[in-house]
C-alpha cells in the first residue's frame, strides 16, 4: 500500500500563490508517476500536471504558464502562480506504482475574486 498525504491548500486572493505537496510513504518502490488531479464542485475530475520519475512533465492546458510540478524523491510539488476563481478545486495528488494509482484525501485549494 502506499500512503500520500498533502498539505499546502487555503485562501488566496486572485493573483496569489500557493504551493501543495504530497509526499508518498509504503510500497513506493516502482513509483514512477506522481501527478496533482483538481475536483471543482460540479465537475469532474481533470488532471492538472504529473511528472516522471525521470522529470518529464506535462500539464493541463488551463495552467500551463502558471503551474510548475517538481519532484524530490518521494515529494511533489505543485507550485501555483496567477491563481484565478476557476482554479478553486478540491486537489488530490495521485501516485502510480507499476500498474497501481493512488489517491490522496485531498486539499482544498479557493481562489477568492
Known amino acids: 500500500q502506499v500512503q500520500l498525504v498533502e498539505s499546502g491548500g487555503g485562501l488566496v486572493q486572485a493573483g496569489g500563490s500557493l504551493r501543495l505537496s504530497c509526499t508518498a510513504s509504503?510500497?513506493?518502490?516502482?513509483?514512477?508517476?506522481m501527478g496533482w488531479y483538481r475536483q471543482a464542485p460540479g465537475k469532474q475530475r481533470e488532471r492538472v500536471a504529473q511528472?516522471?520519475?525521470?522529470?518529464t512533465s506535462n500539464y493541463a492546458d488551463s495552467v500551463k504558464d502558471r503551474f510548475t510540478i517538481s519532484r524530490d524523491k518521494n515529494t511533489a510539488y505543485l507550485q501555483m502562480n496567477s491563481l484565478k476563481p476557476e482554479d478553486t478545486a478540491v486537489y488530490y495528488c495521485?501516485?502510480?506504482?507499476?500498474?497501481?494509482?493512488?489517491w490522496g484525501k485531498g486539499t482544498l485549494v479557493t481562489v477568492s475574486s
Open positions: 511528472i516522471t520519475s525521470d522529470g
Open positions: 495521485n501516485a502510480k506504482v507499476i500498474f497501481t494509482a493512488y
Open positions: 509504503g510500497s513506493i518502490f516502482g513509483m514512477n508517476v
